[in-house]
């Protein structure tokens, strides 16, 4: 079993930024596809941005160019940075990790106003 928990969510102006955390627990981390996905009010949850366990990255056309997601290895965790956020950007923001099975951490909620 795998637990992840994020971090690093908070309330922040239009045009700032903020950097999410995903730290995973076990020894398989390096092993895993790692993902953040959000899921706003009233809609469905969708992808925002996936890097695989060599490093490739994908990510959502709404956030290309302002989102970038990473991982360290070493401390079991993947990042979100992200920055120029809009209010549509507000929404809870969820970390999955997968290799053969999925997990999903708690969710961490992200506010973007003025």
């Known amino acids: 079993q795998v637990q992840l928990v994020e971090s690093g969510g908070g309330l922040v102006q239009p045009g700032g930024s903020l950097r999410l955390s995903c730290a995973a627990s076990?020894?398989?981390?390096?092993?895993?596809?790692m993902a953040w996905y959000r899921q706003a009010p009233g809609k469905q949850r969708e992808l925002v941005a996936v890097?695989?366990?060599?490093?490739?990255?994908n990510y959502a056309d709404s956030v290309k160019g302002r989102f970038t997601i990473s991982r360290d290895n070493a401390k079991n965790t993947a990042y979100l940075q992200m920055n120029s956020l809009k209010p549509e950007d507000t929404a809870v923001y969820y970390c999955?990790?997968?290799?053969?099975?999925?997990?999903w951490g708690q969710g961490t909620q992200v506010t973007v106003s003025s």
């Open positions: 890097i695989s366990n060599e490093g490739s990255t």
């Open positions: 076990g020894s398989a981390f390096r092993l895993f596809r």
């Open positions: 999955n990790a997968a290799y053969g099975a999925g997990y």
